[in-house]
């Protein structure tokens, strides 16, 4: 049996990637890995649409959140998060760690924040120094708009806009500097391809200035010497080196496809992901939705457990459950990384068949199969009409 990942880190790792990492070891003082790292450096930007430095971190994506916070600030600073998930919550657990003074915008998980609460926090606190955002809600599978609260914390402050874009780096649409985004961190085991391992954070011109200033403790995570060391092309400590070397490649298949082609992928087949399981009759949780993963309901009346048992060790696919409260309500598809069309097709047969092992009858076999084929025959179609209706708009007004 195949073994099939379907959980938003970590994803599936290409064949190409994988082999990549079982050559020997280079060193990373050699040319052979300097050229790789500057690569690889210059293809990073065109990821996250800058032309900033983004300095490659050696831990999970966490330890980019991490940086962002203690590079940023100093003991005392104010500091707006958004508790909307898991990931959000982190941010404000991060920052009191560290002393900072954590303003908490608490919404129900399972929906987005909106500029309007963003702007009106910003009101009570001027004095705040940072916004912390979650791109897109792993926990939840919501989207936040931040290009729009990006603009309106620029016209209603001087703090700096910090995006997690974990789940969200290609994936979803992001220009970092032309939406004026202050930070933005990713991991390497989500929308990369590679394996967990490497954290990636870029910095904007305004908000490196703060880093110049900020007296929390670091060390490890220092971005200044980050900073020191990239200018001649190395890291300040050892680099994970198989993990640089395999995101070399991952990199590549990401240049090739083309950025936009991959945001584009990734709409379609969280479309079709969303259209297969409501044909099952089942509810989706939480939007406005992410294309990275689809958060659903478990259907009333089937015992979770052995419905996730069935998933995973007779059809080979693992989902990933709910997490705090919503631990025994939702579970979550990923679609994020390395899928193709042909892949949703196999989910979601698997997510019938598991469903009428466990006694759910509430569609007609092959009804979610037939959704998610009918999106893809569409799809373009559909897109070419929302063109048209973007130029309608901006025709006539
Ligand atoms: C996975 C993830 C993280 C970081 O998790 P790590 O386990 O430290 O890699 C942070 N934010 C979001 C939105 C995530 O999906």
Not at 64 to 80: F, H, R, T, W, Y
Not at 161 to 178: F, K, L, P, Q, R
Not at 331 to 347: K, M, Q
Request: glycine residues 8%; charged residues 25%; negative net charge.
């Amino acid at each position: 049996m195949k073994k099939r990942l379907f959980t938003p880190g970590p994803t599936p790792v290409p064949e190409n990637v994988a082999l990549a990492m079982a050559q020997p070891i280079i060193h990373h003082r050699n040319p052979e890995f300097i050229e790789i790292f500057s690569r690889v450096n210059e293809n990073l930007k065109y990821l996250f649409q800058t032309k900033r430095d983004v300095f490659t971190l050696t831990s999970s994506g966490t330890g980019a959140m991490e940086a962002a916070v203690v590079n940023l600030l100093s003991p005392g600073d104010k500091a707006i998060f958004v508790n909307g998930g898991k990931f959000g919550e982190r941010w404000g657990e991060i920052c009191k760690a560290y002393g900072v003074n954590a303003v908490e915008i608490k919404i129900e998980w399972g929906r987005a924040v909106a500029p309007e609460e963003i702007e009106s926090e910003l009101k009570k606190n001027p004095d705040t120094k940072a916004v912390f955002l979650t791109h897109s809600e792993t926990s939840t599978g919501v989207f936040t708009d931040v290009k729009e609260i990006a603009k309106v914390v620029r016209e209603s402050s001087d703090a700096v806009v910090v995006v997690d874009g974990i789940t969200s780096v290609g994936a979803h649409e992001m220009y970092m500097d032309d939406w004026g985004l202050d930070v933005v961190i990713t991991g390497s085991q989500k929308g990369l391809m590679i394996p967990p391992g490497l954290s990636f954070i870029a910095v904007s011109e305004k908000a490196w200035k703060m880093v110049e200033e900020s007296k929390l403790p670091k060390f490890y995570f220092s971005l200044k010497k980050a900073k020191k060391a990239l200018e001649s092309g190395d890291t300040p400590w050892t680099p994970a080196i198989a993990l640089i070397v395999a995101l070399d490649v991952a990199l590549k298949m990401i240049r090739e496809e083309g950025l936009e082609n991959i945001w584009k992928r990734h709409e379609k087949l969280s479309l079709a992901v969303r259209e297969g399981c409501k044909a099952l009759g089942l509810k989706l949780f939480g939007y406005p939705p992410s294309h990275a993963v689809t958060a659903v309901y478990f259907p009333d009346g089937i015992d979770k457990k052995e419905f996730q048992k069935v998933l995973k060790y007779k059809y080979g696919i693992t989902v990933a459950g709910g997490q705090e409260h919503l631990k025994d309500k939702i579970f979550r598809i990923s679609h994020l990384g390395y899928y193709d069309e042909i892949d949703i097709v196999g989910v979601i047969s698997a997510l019938e068949m598991a469903l009428m092992d466990s006694g759910f009858d509430k569609f007609n076999q092959g009804d979610g199969v037939k959704a998610v084929q009918k999106v893809f025959a569409g799809f373009e179609e559909k897109l070419v009409q929302k063109d048209n209706n973007d130029e309608m708009l901006s025709c006539c007004h």
